[in-house]
């Protein structure tokens, strides 16, 4: 009568053959160390192309919104100039208003970390009496860039906006801009 079937695997039973020898046996802690050259060069080679993926290839840019007035002399020469001098450390995305009523309802719905406009420009379609009113108004504060050909320096600072008289200092403009953009949206 067998003795064997009461025993478990490994203990003691000659292995059926060498691949066997060693495929349910615990290995210690330090198996890893004590692979032959080729496992050894297998592991290296994954260490190696895992730490190549994992390295970024190019600074990732963190992602941020501009909302611009829509109109026909601005919003491209906007966006040309933000993009060329921000773009390299923001990813920009544009979003467009034409009016008032698209203004507060795009600062209502969404949050951005900076809106722009040229003043007469807008279609104040609402609070058409006091335009000011409504820039007080929006969430974004700071953040609003009105500019005009004109001062309204003192109406953009009571409605705590912040004002560009054209042509304004281009070092100023950006330098402006890129603070915007370095804080966090207001939810």
Known sequence: MPESSNKPPGSGDPPRDQDDAFALVPRPPGALEKAGSRPKRILTTMVADTLVLARPTQPIKQARSVLLLKDRTFDELWELILKDKLGQKYDLKFTYFESASELQKLDRDQSFHLIALYFFNVKWDIAANDPFKL?????????????QGMDLSEKCERAGVTFFELPSNSDEFYAVFDAALKVPVPI
């Open 135 to 147: 820039l007080s108004s929006l969430k974004h504060g700071k953040r609003i860039f009105v500019t």
